[in-house]
Nanobody, 116 residues
Framework: QVQLVESGGGLVQAGGSLRLSCAAS????????MGWYRQAPGKQRELVAG???????NYADSVKGRFTISRDYAKNMVDLQINSLKPEDTAVYYC??????????WGQGTQVTVSS
């Protein structure tokens, strides 16, 4: 079993920054792809940023240039640096990781609220 635990959410004014962190623990030695998703009220969960085991990154168009995903492979951690926050970034942010066998794991989510 793998556990993903997010931290770093909170309330911030528009234009501010946050850093979200996700720590993976459990029986898996290393995760394959990892990423951050978000879900706003009344909307579907969407991929915000992802990073492969080889370090290749991808971002949703809405966050390019403002969000940066990074990964510590030794510690099985993935961070999301969020700059220039906008009210529309308000959502619950979820960490996700997939094993090399294709199983997907989710964290419990962390709330990010951006006030205008």
């Amino acid at each position: 079993q793998v556990q993903l635990v997010e931290s770093g959410g909170g309330l911030v004014q528009a234009g501010g920054s946050l850093r979200l962190s996700c720590a993976a623990s459990g029986s898996i030695a290393r995760l394959n792809d990892m990423g951050w998703y978000r879900q706003a009220p009344g909307k579907q969960r969407e991929l915000v940023a992802g990073i492969t085991s080889g370090g290749r990154t991808n971002y949703a168009d809405s966050v390019k240039g403002r969000f940066t995903i990074s990964r510590d492979y030794a510690k099985n951690m993935v961070d999301l640096q969020i700059n220039s926050l906008k009210p529309e970034d308000t959502a619950v942010y979820y960490c996700s990781g997939s094993s090399f066998s294709g199983r997907v794991y989710w964290g419990q989510g962390t709330q990010v609220t951006v006030s205008s």
